[in-house]
């Protein structure tokens, strides 16, 4: 099922279209006509890990806009559970439901151990191509400093 490597930095990522958690279509290419985007790869909605790093890109989501980026969470989940999940914790930012794992695949993200879903984020440059690539299923909210740091380093 998996077996893709991650997308490295200088890769251009691939384009997609997910439905957020209201349902609507979202796609990769239109996002970044306006900005950058920080595409964040994580296991399950509600999860503890998952939660934490989800209200620190939602307690961090004005330094994104400030870099002109936009935040985009990905998981298998539902549109349905992505709204219980955005309206619980107030997320002000997209959460894609990519249910069949094509976009999963697309980028690279395995399964940590077989069991636990990938937890990613890419940083993507308005030009479509990878910026950064942070990979740490235990280091859930090190990935908003990292995708930070990155987008920082897009206006030098």
């Known amino acids: 099922m ?3 490597k991650m997308l490295a930095v200088g890769q251009v990522a691939p384009d997609f279209t997910l439905p957020d958690q209201d349902g609507n279509p979202q796609n990769l290419k239109t996002i970044l006509a306006r900005g950058p985007a920080v595409v964040y790869f994580y296991p399950r909605d509600e999860t503890p890990g998952c939660t934490a790093q989800a209200c620190k890109f939602r307690d961090d989501y004005a330094d994104f806009k400030d870099a ?10 539902s549109v349905e559970k992505h709204k219980a999940f955005a309206i619980h914790h107030r997320l002000p930012f997209r959460l894609l439901a990519d249910t069949d794992n094509a976009v999963h695949r697309a980028y690279g993200v395995t399964p940590t151990l077989g069991i636990l879903r990938g937890r ?7 030009q479509g191509k990878i910026a950064l690539t942070f990979d740490s299923q235990l280091r859930a909210t090190a990935h908003i400093g990292e995708a930070l740091a990155a987008l920082r380093g897009l206006k030098k």
């Not at 002109?68 to 989940?77: C, Q």
């Not at 990613?120 to 308005?126: L, R, S």
């Open 2 to 4: 998996f077996g893709v």
């Open 68 to 77: 002109g980026a936009e935040v985009l969470g990905v998981s298998d989940d």
């Open 120 to 126: 990613v984020t890419y940083v993507i440059d308005q």
